[in-house]
């Protein structure tokens, strides 16, 4: 099985060294391709995989093909390497918003796997929800599932409508969370502590409270009660944010990634 990755961004790269690491494929099955000569030089000192920037090269060989350019670089990606592709090659799409019929129309082909991942796939702690064509065989989607494994977890959903939402959700996610934690630390330097001593307390909080929940089977609401207690500290924070409809706006907050995500496709 040799794989090639289109696209050596933060997304492309990132699923690269993710497969280069597992034990599924040895470098000389995994390539990446990018149209960057500065990408294409720094990357050519690495062993981990084979590098290309002719893509004429590479994608006749490739039994699975990563689509990891930006989704309003797809049509022109699409125009130039359909001469190239057939229809045994399955092609999985880190593109939001990009549907499997677009990608079927746009190349031709009909194997198309459609994922959504995230930033913190990086370190390997990722989440990818994906669905797939009918055309694409058990055996395949097993293939695949693995190779997007090597970056954390995945996630099968029945029906594009859930890529477009967890886009909404684990995809846009961790945004929000940076944003949460951006606004305790800027609390944190208000109060005087210094911003070494208010990284420390914000990220270990959050470091800590995601393990208790993972630890567990209670759910964050229980959390929020053993954390606080009547006309307590935490009680007065949490009655602030109820105060203020927090909840709500973060529900908003994902409804509004996931609308943008359908709009993306319709474009």
Request: glycine share 8%.
């Given at each position: 099985?040799?794989?090639?990755?289109?696209?050596?961004?933060?997304?492309?790269?990132?699923?690269?060294?993710?497969?280069?690491?597992?034990?599924?494929?040895?470098?000389?099955?995994?390539?990446?391709?990018?149209?960057?000569?500065?990408?294409?030089?720094?990357?050519?000192?690495?062993?981990?995989?084979?590098?290309?920037d002719d893509i004429e090269e590479c994608l006749p060989k490739a039994d699975i093909v990563f689509l990891a350019v930006k989704p309003y670089h797809c049509d022109a990606l699409f125009e130039e390497?359909?001469?190239?592709?057939?229809?045994?090659?399955?092609?999985?799409?880190?593109?939001?918003?990009?549907?499997?019929?677009?990608?079927?129309?746009?190349?031709?082909?009909?194997?198309?796997?459609?994922?959504?991942?995230?930033?913190?796939?990086?370190?390997?702690?990722?989440?990818?929800?994906?669905?797939?064509?009918?055309?694409?065989?058990?055996?395949?989607?097993?293939?695949?599932?693995?190779?997007?494994?090597?970056?954390?977890?995945?996630?099968?959903?029945?029906?594009?409508?859930?890529?477009?939402?967890?886009?909404?959700?684990?995809?846009?996610?961790?945004?929000?969370?940076?944003?949460?934690?951006?606004?305790?630390?800027?609390?944190?330097?208000?109060?005087?502590?210094?911003?070494?001593?208010?990284?420390?307390?914000?990220?270990?909080?959050?470091?800590?409270?995601?393990?208790?929940?993972?630890?567990?089977?209670?759910?964050?609401?229980?959390?929020?009660?053993?954390?606080?207690?009547?006309?307590?500290?935490?009680?007065?924070?949490?009655?602030?944010?109820?105060?203020?409809?927090?909840?709500?706006?973060?529900?908003?907050?994902?409804?509004?990634?996931?609308?943008?995500?359908?709009?993306?496709?319709?474009?």
């Open positions: 099985m040799k794989v090639l990755v289109i696209g050596a961004g933060n997304m492309g790269l990132t699923y690269a060294e993710g497969m280069a690491k597992s034990s599924f494929l040895n470098h000389r099955n995994l390539m990446i391709f990018d149209k960057s000569a500065e990408i294409i030089t720094t990357l050519s000192k690495v062993d981990h995989f084979d590098v290309y390497i359909k001469p190239l592709v057939n229809d045994q090659q399955i092609f999985v799409s880190l593109m939001a918003g990009i549907t499997i019929d677009k990608i079927q129309q746009g190349l031709g082909v009909k194997k198309v796997v459609r994922s959504m991942p995230n930033l913190p796939a990086q370190v390997g702690k990722g989440v990818t929800s994906f669905t797939e064509a009918k055309e694409i065989s058990r055996v395949e989607l097993l293939m695949v599932r693995n190779l997007l494994d090597t970056t954390g977890a995945s996630i099968h959903v029945e029906t594009e409508k859930f890529i477009d939402a967890s886009t909404g959700i684990s995809g846009s996610g961790p945004a929000y969370v940076f944003y949460f934690m951006n606004s305790m630390m800027e609390a944190a330097l208000k109060m005087g502590f210094s911003k070494n001593d208010s990284k420390v307390l914000v990220s270990q909080t959050f470091e800590g409270a995601v393990k208790l929940f993972n630890d567990s089977d209670l759910s964050p609401s229980t959390w929020m009660d053993r954390v606080a207690s009547k006309g307590g500290t935490t009680r007065a924070a949490l009655d602030s944010m109820d105060d203020n409809n927090i909840e709500e706006l973060i529900k908003d907050a994902a409804y509004a990634a996931f609308d943008r995500a359908v709009e993306l496709g319709k474009e």
